[in-house]
Nanobody, 123 residues
């Protein structure tokens, strides 16, 4: 079992930054790929970024490339998502997820989810 707890969300102005954290419990964290997703009001949950078990491989959706950075610290059982140059369209609830099977861009492939953290970007 893996439990995930996100933190770090908040209200920022356009162009601002936030750092989201995803603290994991359970011994399988260090061997698990991790993903970040977001969901805006009235929209489906969408893939944002993912990272493999040792942090060597990362993947981003096109809209956040160059602005967001995913990372992890396996000693701390924590994954991070650094959000820079935020835009109003980045607003939503951000979720971390663990242990995807096959495609890590597909939210249905993940075994574990956090409760989400709200990110609001004002214009």
């Amino acid at each position: 079992q893996v439990q995930l707890v996100e933190s770090g969300g908040g209200l920022v102005q356009t162009g601002g930054s936030l750092r989201l954290s995803c603290a994991a419990s359970g011994r399988t964290f260090s061997s698990s790929a991790m993903g970040w997703f977001r969901q805006a009001p009235g929209k489906e949950r969408e893939f944002v970024a993912a990272i493999n078990w040792n942090g060597v491989i990362t993947d981003y959706t096109d809209s956040v490339k160059g602005r967001f950075t995913i990372s992890r610290d396996n000693d701390k059982n924590t994954a991070y998502l650094q959000l820079n140059s935020l835009k109003p369209e980045d607003t939503g609830v951000y979720y971390c997820a663990a242990r995807p099977k096959n495609s890590w861009r597909d939210s249905t492939k993940y075994d574990y989810w956090g409760q989400g953290t709200q990110v609001t970007v004002s214009s």
